[in-house]
């Protein structure tokens, strides 16, 4: 893994709540996309007022990473590339603008000149082989990497997108593609109960054919819970015809307490169930997320 370090070239307001940044530099010549359409990276954001002084970690052996002894830490956050360019060294974020958090409040403020970090992406999106049609169903926080992914999607293949937006001025053109039909629906992203469970029933309900089919899901962590319950267990579709991606949680910060504040026994009992190899990962994720949800998590 490499952190590199990136310069916001341009800032491009593309609704009420989302802008693009474009970043450069020196530090962007090593990037190397994925080339997978939901790709992800961790920017290390600045660690106080001075808006070009980063405290960029070092690679560690492990695959992750270490801040420099004596160094502050740097704030981290997960982010989609929406589009990487590297015939020109640059890469383009965008960020939802939600008068909160650390990233949403650097990226309000984001003008040229200003200095981030980024670490090697990783993609998820992995369709089958067989691929003929795709359902892409995501909050606010996954247009980016829908955006992305109906634009790699091959002429062949038709494509469903259902987008759950704040509202109307948060709607933006999906990319002009062959075979794409996108519905675009009001509520959740925080301001009202998500209903990203419900738009997954409705355009892929029982008794579909789902030959050639995979179905791509992002958003809201929790409320994420059913559609994997939904796509494995009432569809019974394989692992490789699903990727459910949770990106953010409402109050992330009450959660993350609630859960250190679990008895020792009880977060010794939810780790150790990531250690059965024999285990297929999404009805392992299945049943940690439902100990979670019985325990108020």
Not at 242 to 255: E, Q
Request: charged content about 20%.
């Amino acid at each position: 893994m490499t952190i590199h370090r990136a310069v916001v070239a341009r800032v491009r307001p593309l609704t009420t709540t989302m802008v693009r940044i474009t970043f450069h530099g020196e530090g962007l010549a090593s990037f190397t996309s994925t080339g997978v359409g939901d790709e992800y990276v961790r920017l290390f954001l600045p660690h106080g007022p001075d808006r070009t002084d980063v405290s960029l970690p070092d690679p560690a052996d492990n695959g992750g990473w270490r801040t420099p002894e004596g160094r502050p830490e740097a704030p981290v956050r997960t982010y989609t590339i929406r589009s990487a360019r590297p015939e020109t060294g640059e890469i383009d974020i965008d960020f939802v603008l939600h008068g909160h958090g650390t990233a949403s409040g650097w990226a309000a403020a984001a003008r040229p000149g200003d200095v981030i970090g980024l670490n090697s992406p990783t993609g998820l999106y992995g369709p089958p082989a067989d691929l003929a049609w795709q359902v892409l169903v995501s909050d606010l926080s996954g247009l980016p990497a829908v955006g992305r992914l109906v634009e790699n999607t091959p002429d062949h293949v038709t494509t469903r997108a259902v987008l759950e937006v704040p509202g109307p001025s948060c709607v933006q053109p999906l990319p002009d593609r062959p075979g794409v039909r996108a519905t675009w629906t009001y509520g959740g992203n925080g301001h009202g109960p998500s209903r990203l469970a419900e738009l997954v029933g409705a355009a892929v309900p029982p008794g579909t054919d789902l030959t050639g089919g995979y179905v791509w899901v992002a958003g809201q962590t929790d409320a994420l819970r059913a559609v994997r319950r939904y796509l494995r267990r009432e569809l019974q579709l394989p692992a490789e015809r699903f990727k459910v991606v949770g990106y953010w949680m409402p109050d992330s910060t009450s959660w993350t307490r609630r859960y250190e504040a679990l008895p020792a026994a009880v977060r010794s009992e939810l780790e150790s169930m990531w250690a059965d190899p024999a285990d297929e990962p999404e009805d392992l994720t299945i049943r940690y997320e439902d100990r979670l949800s019985k325990l108020g998590l």
